[in-house]
T-cell receptor, first 113, second 108 residues
């Protein structure tokens, strides 16, 4: 009963390094999302993918890229990490309901020094 | 500026007390969701309310959607330490917008 799986759970980077956060879901959802969560700011949408083969920018896309590899997998890449990207990142997938409920992974805590 | 404003930001109460968390917006939503997030985990959906004026109960939790579909409240009766967590509301129109959350601590 995996749901949404994210890797890695923790990562420390130096400024300028690159990395990719991986996400996979086993619920056959069409939509997948990447959020970042910062204290006092709630969840902010970075990028989303409404279906396999499509991706769109959210509220805070600068400094990030995404790839919807297939229906199950949606990755988030930081090409040149900056301290402002220190955050907890959550991947989510959406169900078939018109209300848009989301199912979240456990999060990836990223620190950029 | 958050599209959805939650209040209070922090709430600390004794076990057995009641509490209410508010979620307000100037926008109309087609539905509103409440999530609970525990430390080190992702948010988990508690409930979705769709109709203006709707009230849903989940054991000791009561959720209400405002008549105009712009606001919502979460009321917990006889809170328990297991209710501790971050409560997030999220409004859905063509996309989902989250409030900043209310951190609830229930002391034993």
């Amino acid at each position: 009963n995996a749901g949404v799986t994210q890797t890695p759970k923790f990562q420390v980077l130096k400024t300028g390094q690159s990395m990719t956060l991986q996400c996979a879901q086993d619920m056959n959802h069409n939509s997948m999302y990447w959020y970042r969560q910062d204290p006092g700011m709630g969840l902010r949408l970075i990028y989303y993918s409404a279906s396999e083969g499509t991706t769109d920018k959210g509220e805070v896309p600068n400094g990030y890229n995404v790839s919807r590899l297939n229906k199950r997998e949606f990755s988030l890449r930081l090409e040149s990490a900056a301290p402002s990207q220190t955050s907890v990142y959550f991947c989510a997938s959406g169900g078939t309901s018109s209300a848009g409920e989301l199912f979240f992974g456990e999060g990836s805590r990223l620190t950029v020094l | 500026t958050q599209l959805l404003e939650q209040s209070p930001q922090f709430l600390s109460i004794q076990e057995g007390e009641n509490l209410t968390v508010y979620c307000n917006s100037s926008s109309v939503f087609s539905s509103l969701q409440w999530y609970r997030q525990e430390p080190g985990e992702g948010p988990v959906l508690l409930v979705t309310v769709v109709t203006g004026g709707e009230v849903k109960k989940l054991k000791r939790l009561t959720f209400q959607f405002g008549d105009a579909r712009k606001d919502s409240s979460l009321h917990i009766t006889a809170a328990q330490p297991g209710d501790t967590g971050l409560y997030l509301c999220a409004g859905h129109d063509y996309k989902l917008s989250f409030g900043a959350g209310t951190t609830v601590t229930v002391r034993a």
